[in-house]
């Protein structure tokens, strides 16, 4: 599939492995479980970010940017993934990031943080109620008053061209089923920016493939994350020249996976946590892939699943971020 007139930019370790996770399985008592391994896309200790960047960086360096400014919360994993590529290609790196309720010195200075600094981006970091677009728009300005050339990428790099990552993606996780002889039924993904979730249910309509995709809300409600990734998936779907409407219940989120809030524990989140990395040496994170796999396993214990479908859980990285929340990790 040709997917963008420009050339993406190579950033990500790909295809990422595509693994069976058999102790998980037999632990849930089916169905047949693995897991697309996006955390190895190795781009600044990996992560979905990486394909999405492939796509937003080669369009930028089309354009002649310069500098590339980007938003996220002060432990934004697609920020720390934007730091890396931009030190790879030459480019100048700005972020804007908010803090949160979160105000542990970890928390402020660690983790993704940490890493954002050490591939020299400069970090603005900005209160928890200010508007990151407004304060991103005006840096813009003054970068451009002063002659250099900005590229803005848009929160967690969900936008069409940023969503061609995972439309690629699922080409590649089509062509792995293909040769383990196996039907792709459905992916298991956590859901925020909605990017990769849109970028996945556009792919698999491209391709007219019958694989479900259900994402698992980080934040909000199921309404309005449905909607958010229906418009991406619509519109990512039109620039690969799909006429046919997109069907309203393409798009799958379920938001009881939440709890309080973004980056806010829940106690499935935890045991989550713990069951993925004793039982298969995976580490999620307390953010994103936490509270998905919490998903994946509240949904086989309610048995939304047939045993012998084939179901994979999207590992989209974020473990920079678990050294974020030590007193959560610690006790778990
Ligand atoms: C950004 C991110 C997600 C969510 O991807 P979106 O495209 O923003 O929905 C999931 N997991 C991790 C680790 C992330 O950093």
């Known amino acids: 599939m040709q997917l963008s007139a420009f050339q993406p930019s190579r950033l990500a370790q790909l295809p990422t492995p595509l693994d069976p996770a058999p102790r998980l399985q037999s632990h849930l008592g089916g169905p047949r479980l693995f897991i697309k391994r996006d955390d190895l896309t190795g781009l ?5 970010k990486a394909r999405k960047l492939e796509f937003l960086l080669g369009e930028a360096l089309a354009q002649g940017a310069d500098t590339i400014l980007t938003v996220g919360a002060l432990q934004s994993n697609h920020a720390r993934q934007t730091a890396a590529a931009c030190a790879k290609l030459g480019l100048k790196c700005e972020l804007i990031l908010r803090r949160s309720h979160h105000a542990s010195e970890s928390y402020l200075a660690n983790g993704n943080v940490l890493l954002d ?5 400069r970090l603005t970091i900005i209160e928890s109620g200010a508007n990151r677009e407004e304060a991103m728009e005006q840096r813009a300005c003054e970068l451009r008053a002063a002659g250099a050339r900005p590229y803005l990428i848009a929160v967690g790099g969900s936008c069409i061209t940023g969503n061609l990552g995972y439309v690629a993606c699922a080409e590649e996780m089509l062509r792995q089923a293909g040769e383990a002889g196996i039907t792709l039924d459905a992916v298991v993904l956590a859901t925020g920016s909605g990017g990769t979730h849109a ?10 493939a019958a694989t ?10 199921r309404a309005d994350q449905e909607s958010a990734v229906y418009d991406l998936a619509a519109d990512t779907a039109l620039h690969l020249g799909i006429t046919r409407p997109l069907p309203r219940d393409a798009v799958t989120v379920l938001d009881e996976f939440v709890g309080q809030g973004y980056a806010r524990p829940t106690m499935a989140m935890r045991a989550a946590l713990g069951i993925s990395a004793r039982l298969e040496g995976i580490v999620l994170d307390p953010v994103y892939t936490g509270k998905a796999m919490s998903g994946l396993i509240g949904l ?33």
Do not use: C, K
């Open 199 to 208: 970028g996945l249910v556009a792919g698999f309509l491209a391709l007219r």
């Open 300 to 332: 086989v214990q309610r048995r939304y699943f047939r045993p012998d479908e084939n179901v994979v859980f999207l590992h989209t990285g974020g473990v920079p971020g678990l050294f974020a929340y030590p007193e959560t990790v610690a006790t778990i």
């Open 117 to 121: 600094r050490l591939f020299g981006a």
């Open 212 to 221: 479900r995709v259900i994402g698992i809300a980080v934040e909000g409600t």
């Open 44 to 48: 600044g200790l990996g992560g979905n």
